[in-house]
């Protein structure tokens, strides 16, 4: 079950989870099975089958919850967020740091920016990277700048190697169109010998499955990929009536 969901194969993971009788059923498999749907975004499913499975009298533990943490994130379902979590304590378990990360991250997606920001300041242990990644990644959404420019200092103080922080700060700033702090946090990550891990994908034609990493050119057909990419880009700015600068040239960007 855990194999097939982590693949996104979720028909084949419930499918094998169906054919377990139910009372043979230990949390494992559950969580295993609402964890699966959780991470690829189906989080009604989850939290249905999280009710399934306590009819069946099968008693959570701390990884169910983190999962239907995930879940709701997902899905904006503040309520329930706040629901497990405190059935959490009430189930005598104690929230973990990974329980708090997820729901800063449950608020901070759903623009609860204060609550979030509250929830990190009461908690009984320091805050992780996760937890202040999360409370980052919500204040650039809903246009916290003051409060993401802190958490993203801090980030920086916490995580000096890690060029996710630096983004994080720069678009921060960028998102107030504070351009040249932004820029500066480039110069920072460059200045420190800080490098950004360079983006990578598959995908699999016919049976063959072909890599991708930013600004490669490696792939056979890499001059009719970025012709091809080149025509998109043009139709995009005509169908959005965009600037243009606000689709870079694409085979420029890739001969930088």
């Not at 989870?17 to 499913?45: C, E, K, Y």
């Not at 702090?181 to 995908?203: I, L, Q």
């Amino acid at each position: 079950v855990d194999m097939y969901a982590k693949c996104g194969a979720l028909d084949e993971a419930l499918g094998v989870f169906r054919a377990v009788p139910a009372q043979n059923t230990d949390v494992l498999i559950w969580n295993a099975m609402i964890g699966g749907q959780a991470m690829h975004g189906l989080s009604r499913q989850s939290l249905e089958l999280f009710r399934e499975m306590q009819a069946l009298g099968v008693k959570p533990d701390e990884i169910t919850y983190l999962a239907l943490l995930s879940a709701c994130a997902h899905e904006g379902l503040v309520d329930d967020a706040w629901s497990f979590f405190r059935s959490l304590c009430a189930h005598g378990m104690t929230p973990q740091i990974e329980h708090y990360a997820c729901m800063v991250d449950v608020l901070g997606r759903s623009g609860c920016i204060g609550e979030a920001f509250d929830l990190v300041e009461t908690m009984p242990m320091e805050p992780s990277a996760s937890v202040l990644g999360a409370l980052l990644s919500g204040c650039q959404t809903h246009g916290w700048v003051e409060l993401g420019e802190a958490v993203g200092k801090k980030l920086i103080e916490l995580e000096p190697e890690h060029d996710g922080r630096y983004i994080g700060l720069s678009n921060v700033y960028a998102v107030s169109s504070r351009w040249d702090e932004a820029r500066n946090m480039r110069r920072v990550m460059d200045k420190r010998g800080v490098k950004k891990e360079p983006g990578f994908s598959t995908v699999e034609v016919d049976g063959a499955v072909h890599g991708f990493i930013v600004h490669d050119r490696a792939h056979p057909q890499s001059t009719e990929i970025y012709n091809l990419l080149g025509i998109m880009a043009k139709q995009m700015k005509a169908e959005c009536d965009c600037h243009h600068h606000d689709y870079p040239d694409v085979v420029s960007l890739n001969q930088d």
